[in-house]
């Protein structure tokens, strides 16, 4: 079946420095491609998607690229602030719409000033 | 546009007591999704409703169940509660598998 394999945390980095967190797939077909983020105490906020190979979603400074050669989705930003501190969550859906959302197992982010 | 709104947000019970999470989707949605995030693990995908129909369910035991009315509004029932099951619980969204929206959760605590 489908999988997501995300690099395992946490991640502590100090302000300003550069992000990346790793992403990997499996999946038949032409999937859809997600990070989620969740910030303490709360639930899930999608932060960025793609849908097609090549496509780049971005959103608050963060980026990511999908990359059916490599079947990677990396989470980029370029320079971190506090508040991203946060746990990210990549995720996939096949392209039928039968089957719910597939998470990989999250990074906790600790960004310190 | 509300979103996905889940409720109640804490919820104590004792061991063995049932507990009952409901969640109403966004307003054209579907699709109920239930997902269990244990502390320190990711998500578990717990149940599937779509149409009124249970879709897909995860590797969990029978006594979480739940059910989809007419609305689409959802409830996820867990009989015989055991400490293990303390967790947040996400509900989510979507038509057709699209515009997946999260709930901020239920924070269930058993003691």
């Known amino acids: 079946g489908d999988s997501v394999t995300q690099m395992e945390g946490p991640v502590t980095l100090s302000e300003e420095a550069c992000l990346t967190i790793?992403?990997?797939?499996?999946?038949?077909?032409?999937?859809?491609l997600f990070w989620y983020v969740q910030y303490p105490g709360e639930g899930l906020q999608l932060l960025l998607k793609a849908t097609k190979a090549d496509d780049k979603g971005s959103n608050k400074g963060f980026e990511a690229t999908y990359r059916k050669e490599t079947t990677s989705f990396h989470l980029e930003k370029g320079s971190v602030q506090v508040s991203d501190s946060a746990v990210y969550f990549c995720a996939l859906s096949d392209d039928s719409g039968n089957t719910p959302l597939v998470f990989g197992k999250g990074t906790r982010l600790s960004v310190i000033a | 546009e509300a979103g996905v709104t889940q409720s109640p947000t804490h919820l104590i019970k004792t061991r063995g007591q049932q507990a009952t999470l409901r969640c109403s989707p966004i307003?054209?949605?579907?699709?109920v999704y239930w997902y269990q995030q244990a502390l320190g693990l990711g998500l578990q995908f717990l149940l599937w409703y779509d149409e009124g129909e249970e879709r897909n369910r995860g590797n969990f035991p029978p006594r979480f169940s739940g059910r989809q009315f007419p609305n689409y509004s959802s409830e996820l029932n867990v009989n015989a509660l055991e400490l293990e099951d303390s967790a947040l619980y996400l509900c989510?969204?979507?038509?057709?598998?699209?515009?997946?929206?999260f709930g901020s959760g239920t924070r269930l605590t058993v003691v």
């Open positions: 307003s054209g949605h579907t699709s």
């Open positions: 989510a969204s979507s038509y057709r598998g699209h515009g997946y929206t």
């Open positions: 790793n992403c990997t797939y499996t999946a038949t077909g032409y999937p859809s």
